[in-house]
């Protein structure tokens, strides 16, 4: 069972923004058309889980509207939790949520320290973060922190 399971929605939305990627490496990126929310999660099948039934409560879908979009992601998810963070898995998924909202990434915290994509590169240049250029304990800490420092705390 996942830490935010039975939890309502408004309770845990900002749980997988301030997890530490170093220790939760699977991440993701959604907005709908704001800033980005970048969130990290312990393995596959938790961010396909987030994703079926949490995600899309964060972006106001409610009701018949938030039981149709859960069930047209579970074929979708289904594919994530047998072959992984696939490109067009992604595409797919966001052929559901648009207008409502987009899955902009998701990876492994490595890849997206380094810049190893389009989307990283643009976002850690937008954060004015430097990618991660070797695999120094100092270095990652640092991204880590940063990322986790962008995230509003409770008032």
Known sequence: MH????????????????????????GCATSDG???VLQ?????????Q???????????????????????LEPILTQVDVHGLEEDSRAAHNAVTEPAYS????GDFGSFAAGKD????????????????????EQVR??????RARIPMLA
């Open 50 to 72: 987030w994703l079926r039934r949490m995600e899309p409560q964060r972006w106001g879908l409610r009701g018949p509207d938030l039981i149709a979009i859960k069930a047209a």
């Open 3 to 26: 830490a935010w399971e039975g939890q309502q929605f408004s309770d845990v939305s900002l749980l997988p923004q301030r997890r530490d990627p170093r220790r939760f490496q699977v």
């Open 103 to 106: 899955l902009l990434w998701w």
């Open 118 to 137: 389009t989307w990283a590169q643009a976002f850690l240049a937008t954060e004015r973060l430097e990618p991660v250029q070797d695999a120094s304990d």
């Open 34 to 36: 704001g800033a980005p």
């Open 142 to 147: 640092a991204l880590a922190e940063a990322l």
């Open 40 to 48: 990290w999660f312990r393995n596959m099948p938790e961010i396909s």
